[in-house]
């Protein structure tokens, strides 16, 4: 599947952004789909996924009660809808997806990847 991640931009502390990752293909929900981060200097990080039929959800403690993914499936788009954004959020946003089952943190084992989106949380 084909990724296009989009709707980055710079916030001040304690604002929202909403990520979107537009997806190619027909089986689009049969796909886990998940959010990742790279700052700079620093590796590629797990941020959230989310199941195919969207009733899963998981989240990496830093992000925990601030950012919300979901998915809508009939238009091939998940979403990262981030909160109260700290500096420390600052990064690369990469939407991937995977097939198969069972919430994964592992940036390894997702096998497609859009191309990135900057977000930039000033203080």
């Known amino acids: 599947v084909q990724l296009q991640a989009s709707g980055g931009g710079l916030v001040p502390a304690g604002g929202s952004l909403r990520l979107s990752c537009a997806a190619s293909?027909?089986?689009?929900?049969?796909?886990?789909m998940g959010w990742f981060r790279q700052a700079p200097g620093k590796e590629r990080e797990f941020v959230a996924t989310?199941?195919?039929?969207?009733?899963?959800?998981a989240y990496a403690d830093s992000v925990k009660g601030r950012f919300t993914i979901s998915r809508d499936n009939g238009k091939n788009t998940v979403h990262l809808l981030m909160n109260s954004l700290k500096p420390d959020d600052t990064a690369v946003y990469y939407c991937?997806?995977?097939?198969?089952?069972?919430?994964?943190?592992?940036?390894?084992?997702?096998?497609?990847w859009g191309q990135g989106t900057q977000v930039t949380v000033s203080s």
């Open positions: 991937a997806a995977r097939k198969g089952y069972g919430v994964v943190r592992d940036r390894d084992l997702y096998d497609d």
């Open positions: 293909g027909r089986t689009f929900s049969s796909y886990y």
């Open positions: 989310i199941s195919g039929s969207g009733t899963i959800t």
